[in-house]
């Protein structure tokens, strides 16, 4: 038996839906783009001012915290870190700010940095400085430190 429909013929119609989804979940990545690095110097008899930079980003209106622990020198903190080479040291800082003012530490709602994500890479600068100090013997003085993102 063939079925008329508005002066068609048609078979049998069965029909069904489809329900699109995804779930959006809240998620951060993080690179580093530039690197503290202050250079050559003789003495360290002035200070030495440099940045650097990390890019984040986190899935849009998500808040975050970006920290930055002491760095693997034993004798390094959070508000004084260390550069090493051997038994050697040279003390530097890494603030928030350009006028270096607001340490850059690793306590949620401390010394962190706190955004509000939007969804794209957000650049953040940081900002070191290698105070005034007497000059260890000469070579390569490094330290890493790791940076955090809380969401």
Same mark, same amino acid.
């Given at each position: 038996?063939?079925?008329?429909?508005?002066g068609s013929a048609l078979g049998a119609i069965a029909t069904s839906v489809i329900t699109p989804m995804i779930t959006v979940i809240s998620t951060c990545e993080i690179e580093t783009t530039r690197n503290l690095n202050?250079?050559?110097?003789?003495?360290?008899?002035t200070k030495r001012d440099?940045?650097?930079?990390?890019?984040?980003?986190? *899935?849009?209106?998500?808040?975050?915290?970006?920290?930055?622990?002491?760095?693997l020198s034993p004798g390094g903190t959070t508000s004084v870190r260390q550069m090493t080479q051997g038994?050697? *040291?040279?003390n530097y800082m890494v603030y928030q700010d350009q006028p270096r003012t607001t340490n850059w530490g690793n306590t949620v709602g401390t010394d962190t940095k706190s955004v509000t994500a939007n969804g794209v890479w957000q650049n953040h600068?940081?900002?070191?400085?290698?105070?005034?100090?007497?000059t260890p013997s000469p070579g390569l003085y490094t330290d890493t430190v790791t940076v955090?993102? *809380?969401y």
């Open positions: 038996m063939v079925t008329m429909l508005n202050f250079n050559s110097r003789g003495f360290l008899d440099r940045f650097g930079a990390v890019r984040v980003r986190c *899935t849009n209106g998500l808040p975050y915290d970006i920290g930055m622990d002491a760095g038994a050697e *040291t040279i600068r940081f900002y070191g400085r290698i105070p005034v100090q007497p955090t993102v *809380t």
